[in-house]
């Protein structure tokens, strides 16, 4: 069978045979309902390679593992704006929006107006999706971005926002402060102020998401401390 001759139901057939009831447990309680080892994954999209048009069928099919595939096989420049709009609306298990939203829409032509439009939006998921992507603005294209005014937003919204949306906005809160010292005070005190993510659990070597640890420690890592 060649790459060529591969249909949906020939790849979920596969997918079905890479189920592992153990990786579905432990899935589970991130939310996510598929139970692929994520290697196993990569490995089949490295054999697909590139294909749009099965990345879209796999994507319709609503099964989170093979909506995984579709993004690791897709074209990320082919898509729509309404498209990728429609599709973070959708995505459902956190890894797709994650993946969605990174190995995709970061690569769009359309981002930076999805960001905009994201941003402002009343689903606290997709407005999770326009701080993402802010958060990427932050750190590789900061030219135009009103830091200040976006810290004003954190500071009056992130402490009640709901879980997705108020990790996404601590790492931009983060990522300002990492990125830009003559706000990094500033961060470091918001962060002091909502202790938002502060006794989040972090395994041994793991740096916290709690914004003044988490700046403090990346400072030091690129000054060579």
Not at 9 to 28: Q, W
């Amino acid at each position: 069978m060649t790459v060529a001759e591969v249909t949906v139901s020939e790849v979920m057939a596969e997918l079905a045979a890479l189920e592992d009831p153990k990786i579905r447990a432990v899935n589970a309680r991130h939310g996510d309902d598929h139970g692929v080892n994520l290697g196993a994954l990569r490995a089949l999209a490295k054999r697909l390679k590139t294909q749009q048009e099965l990345a879209r069928r796999l994507w319709e099919t609503g099964d989170t593992a093979a909506r995984l595939l579709a993004l690791l096989i897709c074209r990320p420049k082919a898509f729509e704006r309404d498209e990728l709009d429609a599709m973070v609306r959708e995505a459902g298990a956190p890894k797709v929006h994650d993946w969605l939203v990174n190995y995709v829409v970061k690569k769009s032509p359309h981002a930076e107006e999805l960001r905009l439009a994201w941003l402002a939006d009343p689903d606290p998921v997709v407005a999770s999706a326009g701080w993402a992507l802010t958060t990427e603005r932050v750190a590789k294209k900061p030219a135009g971005l009103d830091l200040a005014g976006l810290l004003d937003v954190i500071e009056a919204g992130m402490k009640g926002a709901p879980d997705r949306l108020q990790w996404a906005m601590n790492h931009c809160l983060a990522q300002i402060g990492i990125e830009h010292p003559e706000h990094r005070a500033r961060a470091v005190g918001i962060g002091e102020r909502l202790e938002v993510l502060k006794d989040y659990p972090v395994s041994p070597g793991c740096t916290s998401p709690y914004a003044p640890v988490w700046i403090e420690e990346m400072v030091r890592r690129r000054n060579g401390e």
